[in-house]
């Protein structure tokens, strides 16, 4: 047992790992914005608040069917994807030949009244979700005790980023959609139903949002201001990695979770502000990002 | 609406002419988080009890007209006291009431002391309200950190839990607390170990957690309120903290945080309250009336503060015939005047501006002793009024002579 910086190592590597548990939330969100941004050039600012409707999704169905955590955590995804879907038909697909910032206030628009109706039906101290009975408990590491649910989450996240990135870049189907962003009308010409790809493309990073979101429904406050809170921080992660790249976003989710997690142990009172900080330094380092295409 | 009213009384006024019925008309401001995480325990529950207040009141009184406007503060001491300027220079407001957040209220108290005009702290916490930065024109109603410090903090320390770690809410509210409990803790003889600060509205708690863990105290006291309270215990269950040996001190918690925890996590919880609704008839029948505005919800210690706090103004309001435009003098008479009302029952508001009732040592019922929705809280002990609050003698108001 040695001692860095004046912290005993073992509390040190314990703070790393849920830093890394931090990160995997970042890692998530911060990817299904990076692939509606790269993919559409829309910025999703309702993004947070779909990750809360996949956490009140979460809780209702468990109201309402009696179905629990891990059927919820499909079919919360898929409803508030197809909610997704129905936005983008009816507003977003007015937006893409124009500037950013109209989209971006569509979607922060969208995300105020959201929030809202959550908050008039629900109020705002939230509502209970457990840990399902299979992930409660947790075991003793050694240097830290480590929840059998945060281990969970860290593998779940690892498992579907890798995925995504995976489906993306490796698959025809994501050079389709890569192809198609780049140019959409020489694309169509070969016959590939572009607008079609672009509304499932919206609302799979919809569906991102709302799993995170049941993932984060047991161990964080349900509550329809959960979103809001979380959604600038992963701005600045997004930002970080760079706009468009998915391999950015993944990598500098976990890696700001990291840092956010040392943060709070040597100067906890600056952990909400370490990430924008470290976004003002990257932004006048490397304007892009660090993984950044676009120069 | 508010135009006929305005109409209706200016008649009512030229009416009258002399003396006879003395024609009261009055503007309260509601100013409260309406929006963030202390909306379910201020917010538009308090409106609900402002709006009760005011009919009640009047009910008994028609010579007096009450306008009610609310405000939401976001949290933002610059917002808070943007929003009192403009209410009290502006919109003639005369008396603003409730606002959680002890940043929001220390501003706001120092706006209303600037303007002459009234303020009447419900929702927030800082005993500093009517310690240091007391002043004529404030009241501080419903509790203060000092009061849970010694409810909670004694009472667990008495029951040997003599070591402390504080998870504090890093502004106004958190420090005060934090300060108050190691005094009461360490009073009672016992001792605190290590603190840790975070930023308020924070998501996630596991880091901080971790460092109580290690530290080994046997008590975990968080010292913050609403949202950050019910994330610091949800994600404490999850740690196996309880299970491991130490406990949680939650030094303010509400009727809507054990609602959001639900009895399977939140049991066994000590706190400190001032009411309960459950407590009395007379409590049970207010909350009947209160949900008809708020469905499903169950009202707060502090939504009972703004209506006991309102129907006490409207008194002196009456006694001072309608003559409230001298804040100092108007609560100099609220001073004056022992209190009474439906909920709070009989007490009195001391020179320092801090209105004093027993305070009630509550535990978190076990789901399977919960008979109805609602059914929260075993009443451990009853704190008599003059123990309950801080010496007038040692809190340092420059209003306290001696």
Known sequence: MFEIFGIPSQALFGQLLIGLINGSFYALLSLGLAVIFGMLNIINFSHGAQYMMGAFAAYLILQYSGLGYWPALIIAPVLVGITGIIIERLFLQWLYKLDHLYGLLLTFGLALILEGVARNYFGSAGLPYTVPESLQGGRNLGFMFLPNYRAWVIAASLGVCIGTWFVIERTRLGAYLRAATENPTLVRAFGINVPRMITLTYGFGVALAAFAGVMAAPIYNVSPQMGSELIIVVFAVVVIGGMGSILGAIITGFGLGVVEGLTKVFFPEASNTVIFVIMAIVLLVRPAGLFGRRA | ?402
């Open chain 2, 1 to 402: 609406m508010r135009k006929t009213l305005g109409l209706a009384a200016l008649a009512a006024v030229l009416a009258c002419g002399g003396a006879s019925a003395q024609q009261v008309n009055v503007k309260i401001g509601v100013l409260s988080d309406m929006s963030s995480l202390y909306a379910d325990i201020g917010g538009p529950g308090s409106v609900a009890a402002a709006k009760l207040a005011i009919a009640d009141f009047t009910k008994d009184n028609p010579n007096v007209k009450v306008e009610l406007i609310s405000g939401d503060h976001q949290n933002k001491p610059d917002i808070g006291s943007q929003i009192a300027n403009q209410w009290y220079d502006v919109d003639k407001v005369d008396l603003i009431i409730d606002t959680p957040n002890s940043g929001v209220a220390l501003a706001v108290s120092q706006v209303a002391n600037q303007k002459n005009k009234i303020f009447i702290v419900s929702g927030a916490a800082a005993s500093d309200i009517t310690g240091p930065k007391c002043n004529a024109n404030t009241i501080h109603w419903t509790y203060d950190t000092w009061m849970l410090a010694n409810g909670t903090g004694t009472a667990i320390v008495k029951t040997g839990g003599d070591s402390w770690f504080f998870l504090t809410a890093d502004y106004a509210f958190g420090h005060a607390l934090e300060r108050d409990t190691m005094a009461a803790v360490e009073k009672a003889g016992g001792k605190v170990v290590g603190k840790v600060r975070h930023p308020l509205n924070t998501n996630d708690f596991s880091s901080f957690l971790l460092q109580a863990q290690s530290s080994k105290a046997k008590v975990i006291g968080l010292a913050n309120a609403g949202g950050d309270t019910i994330n610091s215990i949800k994600q404490a269950a999850e740690f196996g903290i309880v299970k491991g040996g130490q406990s949680l001190a939650g030094l303010l918690v509400f009727a809507s945080d054990v609602a959001a925890l639900g009895l399977p996590t939140a049991q066994g919880l000590v706190l400190t309250e001032t009411w309960y609704w459950d407590m009395n008839d007379a409590n049970r029948a207010w909350t009947k009336r209160w949900q008809q505005e708020r469905q499903g919800k169950w009202p707060t210690m502090i939504h009972a503060g703004v209506y006991a706090g309102i129907t006490h103004y409207l008194k002196a309001a009456v006694a001072l015939k309608g003559n409230v435009s001298d804040g100092k003098a108007v609560v100099a008479q609220m001073k004056s005047m022992p209190t009474d009302d439906p909920l709070f029952g009989k007490g009195t508001i001391r020179p320092d501006g801090r209105k004093v009732h027993p305070a009630y040592l509550l535990e978190v019922k076990k789901p399977s002793d919960s008979k109805y929705p609602g059914d929260f809280y075993n009443v451990r002990a009853t704190i008599p009024a003059d123990e309950a609050f801080r010496p007038l003698k040692e809190g340092n108001c420059p209003l306290v002579s001696g």
